[in-house]
């Protein structure tokens, strides 16, 4: 895919955005309810609207008619803005915004838009992309840096008030749990307005929770007396209702969870028109065809139930040495009709808690010895003599099982996306991938290997999960976008210097080269520092209407 190439399938926005006030009475707990409210976004209604072609707002061959000259194209091969809704947009001439994005290198990777613009933003909303000069209350001069939608991490944990932080610096604006919100989503809602985020946050229910909750654990439920699955979907069901943008399921670590059980999930899925998402049953590779059952499985359930399948981490379950047979798999699939996707973290080794079920027998399961494993935190690898306390402590520990290939392959699926799977703790007991995932996807596989362009790569990170949950959220569908009458969620950054630095021995190193994020129109670092003060984040939640 070149630089000018568009993302394929873009979706059509709801006709309206989700009613809050009818998520207060749903949610019905006053403190987070008054929280909430205080950040809601407000939309704003300008008095000047450009007019525009009546083919869908979010089109990206929607025409701009301009009224100014400060809205003409300077070439005229150059496409005019993305819309994604006209009714949102103003005249520039004489009017002042809340803030000015100058100079920099607008990309909307949706669209393929790819020019040096200028952005005006009035509350938390684009309202203005054009090639004159604007006028601003603030203004952020953009020459030289790549101006981008703000990346969304699909594939973390619930905010805890200090990793979020990290997440800014490697340029997130949207921190998503769809590996499990680990708790009921009315917890998940409070703590996220405790913890007063600066970035958004939305998650998958957790079935795996669920399951503790019930007293099931990892165990088969015909062991369990009193507990059936539809009890487990019950709990779903009202998660879903209260905004979860998914269902996730663990079967490698739930060990207990049956395709029936996974199909009871999709039914309900489908149902809501969320994605199903699985960290798959296996990424055994000292036996393959463990692997390619685990995805099968996964596809049959959305041949089943005709829910949306989104693969966890295909890297490290279901993909690990033989990522082109899995891609070929999912390809398939996708050419039957089924939706599946998928997503990656760019690291050759994965990290969990080594008291789990991953690491039993882990020698034949993975292919590799006690010195492929390294605690996290730590800087020497791990010995046959230290591995019992090591397990008995359930240390975090990084596991060197797969390979580049396994991740370049990957990356190269045109429906693959970017996952952290992490979020640091104060601890620091963490993967580097908590806080350098998106800046090492621009800087090691874009700029110096060149395994994807600059604009496929930023797809990964923004359209593609916006488009993935955007059928189900209007939340989602108006952010990953740069276009007028999106939301202003926006990451500027460096792509000659951009690169993470957190390493396994210490984590907690912010990436270089973010040089500016804005969440709902605010400023949350600036000049490569974050701004502490700025709590602009917001639930990002499934359509209750």
């Known amino acids: 895919m070149s630089d000018n190439d568009e993302i394929e399938d873009p979706i059509s926005p709801k006709p309206k955005s989700i009613s809050r006030r009818r998520l207060m009475i749903a949610l019905g ?13 407000q939309l704003f209604k300008p008095d000047s609207i450009i007019s525009t072609s009546s083919s869908s707002p979010n089109s990206p061959t929607t025409t701009v008619a301009s009224t100014s000259s400060t809205t003409t194209s300077p070439s005229a091969s150059l496409e005019l803005p993305p819309v994604f809704d006209a009714d949102l947009i103003v005249d520039p001439e004489g009017h002042t915004f809340d ?23 009035d509350g938390d909303l684009i309202t203005h992309i054009g090639f004159g000069n604007l006028t601003g209350r603030n203004t952020i001069a953009a020459t030289g840096l790549v101006v981008s939608p703000g990346f969304i991490d699909l594939l973390s944990y619930p905010t805890n008030g200090y990793g979020e932080w990290y997440k800014v610096a490697d340029g997130v604006t949207s921190n998503l749990c769809l590996h499990g919100i ?29 399951r503790g909750t019930l007293g099931a654990g990892i165990e088969y439920l015909s062991r369990v ?131 789990t079920s991953r690491f039993d027998n882990f020698e034949e399961k993975f292919g590799i010895t006690y010195n492929d494993l390294q605690v996290v935190g730590t ?65 090691r596989y874009v700029r110096e290997e060149k395994v994807l362009s600059l604009v496929d790569a930023l797809s990964r990170m923004t359209a593609l999960p916006s488009q993935l949950l955007g059928e189900c959220s209007f939340d989602m569908a108006r952010r990953g976008r740069l276009q007028g009458g999106a939301v202003a969620d ?56």
């Open 182 to 210: 680990d708790h009921p989503m009315e917890s998940f809602l409070s703590l996220g307005e405790s913890v007063d985020p600066p970035i958004n946050y939305g998650g998958a229910t957790d079935q795996s929770a669920h």
């Open 29 to 41: 707990f006053g403190a987070v309810n008054l929280g909430m409210l205080r950040k809601l976004p």
């Open 225 to 355: 007396p009193g507990v059936s699955i539809e009890d487990l979907t019950d709990l779903a069901d009202s998660d879903l209702q209260l905004g979860a943008l998914g269902i996730h399921q663990q079967p490698e670590y739930t060990i207990g969870v049956t395709e029936e059980e996974m199909i009871a999930h999709g039914v309900v899925a489908a149902e809501y028109g969320v994605p199903l998402c699985l960290h798959l049953r296996s990424g055994d590779t000292e036996n393959l065809s463990n692997q390619e059952e685990a995805v099968e499985e996964a596809l049959s359930v959305a041949e089943e139930t005709g829910c949306r399948i989104h693969i966890e981490h295909l890297n490290s379950t279901g993909g690990t040495s033989r990522m082109s047979e899995a891609i070929e798999q999912i390809e398939s699939a996708r050419s039957r009709g089924l939706s599946i996707t998928a997503c990656t973290y760019p690291y050759s080794y994965w990290a969990t808690y080594a008291g």
């Open 490 to 545: 926006i990451t500027i950054f460096d792509e000659e210097t951009i690169l993470d630095n957190a390493s396994i021995e210490n984590p907690a190193q912010e990436s270089t080269g973010v040089s500016y994020v804005v969440v709902g129109g605010q400023i949350v670092r600036a000049n490569g520092t974050n701004n502490r003060d700025a709590r602009p984040g917001i639930p990002l939640l499934r359509d209750l209407t």
């Open 99 to 121: 803030l000015v994005i100058s100079g920099g290198r607008v990309i909307d990777p949706e669209s393929g838009f790819d020019a040096q613009a200028q952005i005006g933003v």
């Open 379 to 443: 800087s020497k690898r791990v010995t046959e003599s230290e591995w019992p306390s090591i397990r008995s402590a359930n240390s975090l520990t990084a596991a060197f099982a797969m390979s580049e290939e396994d991740i370049t392959t990957a990356l190269k699926a045109p429906w693959m996306m970017i996952g952290s799977d992490a979020i640091l703790q104060t601890s620091h007991n963490n993967h580097p991938r908590c806080a350098g995932s998106f800046s090492r996807i621009l800087g």
